[in-house]
T-cell receptor, first 113, second 111 residues
Framework: GENVEQHPSTLSVQEGDSAVIKCTYS??????FPWYKQELGKRPQLIID?????GEKKDQRIAVTLNKTAKHFSLHITETQPEDSAVYFC????????????FGTGTRLTVIP | DAGVIQSPRHEVTEMGQEVTLRCKPI?????LFWYRQTMMRGLELLIY????????DSGMPEDRFSAKMPNASFSTLKIQPSEPRDSAVYFC?????????FGQGTRLTVV
C-alpha cells in the first residue's frame, strides 16, 4: 500500500514569514495529493489539492508543488498569520477504483505574533 | 448543504459496552470513509464504502469493529465490546470522487 511521510512534525515561524511542509509518497500510481488543515478540536478541512498532471498550484497565500519523479510534494504558506496555526496533513491517493486517502502524520504549525 | 453530520459528538462509555457511531454523508457523494484519529497513530482509515458497498476494510483493527451502510444517506460504525484503547476521535468523511469532506467527529472515551 501507499506510505506517506511528512516533515517536519512541528514548525514555528514568525508572523509574516513563510512556512514549508514536505511530504513524500511511495506508490508511483498515486495521482491526487490534497492538503488538509485541522484546527484544535475541529475537523480536517481541505485547503488545496493537486493532481499529478500539474506541477504547481496556487491559491492566494497557499501553494503546493509536486515532483512526480522524486515522489514528493510540498505546501508553501507565505505571509503567515496567527490564524494559520493548526495541524496540516498531506495525503495521497489513486483515483481509479480505490479512492482511499493515505495521510501523513501531520505538522503542527505555530505562527508567533 | 449541512455537510457531513456525525452523532454523537461525544461519547463516554464503560469498557465492555457496545458503542454505535453514526454518519450522514453529503447528498450525492458516492464514497464514505471512516477514520480514527489518535495522537499516536494520526489519521487511520478504517473502512470505506462506494455506493453503499464496503470496498476496503483492511484498516478495521479487530473483529470488535464493524461498519454498515444500509443506504446512501446513513452509515454506522459499531464497536462491541469497547475497550479503553478504542478511545479516539472517529471521523466520517464523504466524497464525490476524490476530495473528501469530513464530519465534525465523535470523541469516544472508553473508561
Amino acid at each position: 500500500g501507499e506510505n506517506v511521510e511528512q516533515h517536519p512534525s512541528t514548525l514555528s515561524v514568525q508572523e509574516g514569514d513563510s512556512a514549508v511542509i514536505k511530504c513524500t509518497y511511495s506508490d508511483s500510481a498515486s495521482n491526487y495529493f490534497p492538503w488538509y488543515k485541522q484546527e484544535l478540536g475541529k475537523r480536517p478541512q481541505l485547503i488545496i489539492d493537486i493532481r499529478s498532471n500539474v506541477g504547481e498550484k496556487k491559491d492566494q497565500r497557499i501553494a503546493v508543488t509536486l515532483n512526480k519523479t522524486a515522489k514528493h510534494f510540498s505546501l508553501h504558506i507565505t505571509e503567515t498569520q496567527p490564524e494559520d496555526s493548526a495541524v496540516y496533513f498531506c495525503a495521497a491517493s489513486k483515483r481509479a477504483g480505490a479512492n482511499n486517502l493515505f495521510f501523513g502524520t501531520g505538522t503542527r504549525l505555530t505562527v508567533i505574533p | 448543504d449541512a455537510g457531513v453530520i456525525q452523532s454523537p459528538r461525544h461519547e463516554v462509555t464503560e469498557m465492555g459496552q457496545e458503542v454505535t457511531l453514526r454518519c450522514k454523508p453529503i447528498s450525492g457523494h458516492d464514497y464514505l470513509f471512516w477514520y480514527r484519529q489518535t495522537m499516536m497513530r494520526g489519521l487511520e482509515l478504517l473502512i470505506y464504502f462506494n455506493n453503499n458497498v464496503p470496498i476496503d476494510d483492511s484498516g478495521m483493527p479487530e473483529d470488535r469493529f464493524s461498519a454498515k451502510m444500509p443506504n446512501a444517506s446513513f452509515s454506522t460504525l459499531k464497536i462491541q465490546p469497547s475497550e479503553p484503547r478504542d478511545s479516539a476521535v472517529y471521523f466520517c468523511a464523504s466524497s464525490p470522487g476524490a476530495k473528501a469532506f469530513f464530519g465534525q467527529g465523535t470523541r469516544l472515551t472508553v473508561v
